[in-house]
């Protein structure tokens, strides 16, 4: 049985495969439409979220399987003092697979420990987001034609933005990657990414603390919110919000092709009239994400659709 914790957990081979599968998904919705027919997947929500719940249960439904779970620690046992560890051994014999969100660095790891069923990481704290990266990987490679080759700039909350690590995690395997890392120092990227992922692995990276000195070299713009929850101290985080705020002026310098890209949701960090350029590609992103959650849940289910 096989988990997804880190986008690690998925070979360079397996993550091109799945691709492949949710651009099939795309084409022929129809032809996946029963693929997960009596099968069930639980949503275990200790975190708000909108995109990443939704685009689950909605993945889950267009293949013909149902959903079930919560969406608020607050309506679960948690809130009785049940442990991640008692609660997934109890839906192991209520679902099939299971998605979930925490704000503890790690929760999904240790549920997966304990659980019959494949556990999928759906953002653990400020640590990993692995299905997010899904998303981005799909988008980038329809964008751009392959996931090599590309000098990608992150924006903004690199210290505590799941989203990022996760996705200099996969992008590290690629040939000729270079980073661009646009943040205040205050939101840097953690050291062990910079240590033991960048420079382990050869990466080229940059830091830079202006977004406007960054946009010209690159070809993917990836944009974060400054992630309040994270933050100890509320005055902290109304200094920090909106350190970066991209806008059309910005964008004249950037190149014809450099397209944009965000997890959502936005705050202030794109201005709303950027939607309109056709290099914002934050909603389509939005939309590969459910492919790729479908393509996931057949690849970890072991569904196979002629
Ligand atoms: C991201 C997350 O939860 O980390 N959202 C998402 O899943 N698309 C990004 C964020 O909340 O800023």
């Known amino acids: 049985m096989r988990h997804l914790m880190n986008p690690l957990d998925l070979s360079v081979e397996e993550l091109e495969n799945m691709m492949d599968l949710a651009c099939d998904i795309e084409a022929h919705p129809d032809k996946y439409a029963h693929a997960c027919a009596g099968k069930k997947l639980a949503t275990l929500f200790y975190e708000p979220s909108t995109r990443t719940r939704l685009s689950f249960e909605s ?13 608020d620690a ?11 560890a008692d609660t997934i051994r109890v839906i192991s014999s209520y679902a099939d697979i299971c998605a979930m969100r925490h ?31 899904l998303a981005d990987l799909l988008t980038i490679r329809k964008l ?5 080759n590309l000098t990608i700039g992150l924006c903004g909350d690199l210290k505590f933005g799941r989203t990022v690590h996760s996705l200099i995690n996969a992008l590290v395997r690629y040939e000729n990657i270079r980073f661009v890392l646009i943040s205040p120092e205050e939101l840097r990227l953690p050291s062990y990414i910079r240590e033991d992922v960048l420079a382990a692995n050869n990466v080229p990276y940059k830091e830079v603390i202006r977004l406007e000195e960054a946009i010209p070299e690159l070809d993917i713009l990836y944009m974060t919110r400054v992630q309040r929850e994270r933050f100890f101290n509320e005055e902290e985080y109304i200094r920090m919000k909106d350190f970066y705020v991209l806008n059309n002026e910005k964008l004249e310098a950037a190149k014809e092709d450099m397209y944009i890209l965000h997890p959502l949701p ?41």
């Open 74 to 84: 607050d309506s679960s046992s948690a809130a009785k003092g049940e442990t991640v």
């Open 266 to 306: 936005r705050v202030n960090e794109i201005a709303v009239e950027v939607d309109n350029d056709p290099r914002a590609a934050y909603f389509i992103q939005a939309k590969n994400g459910v492919y790729m959650r479908m393509a996931l849940i057949l690849t970890l289910l072991e569904v196979k659709v002629c």
């Open 103 to 133: 704000p503890k660095e790690g929760a999904p790891k240790v549920a997966s420990l304990y659980s019959k069923i494949p556990v999928i990481n759906a953002g653990d704290g400020g640590h990993q987001h692995p299905t997010q990266t």
């Open 144 to 148: 751009k034609g392959g996931l090599g």
């Open 59 to 71: 993945a889950m439904l267009s293949l013909g399987g149902s959903v079930l779970g919560f969406a």
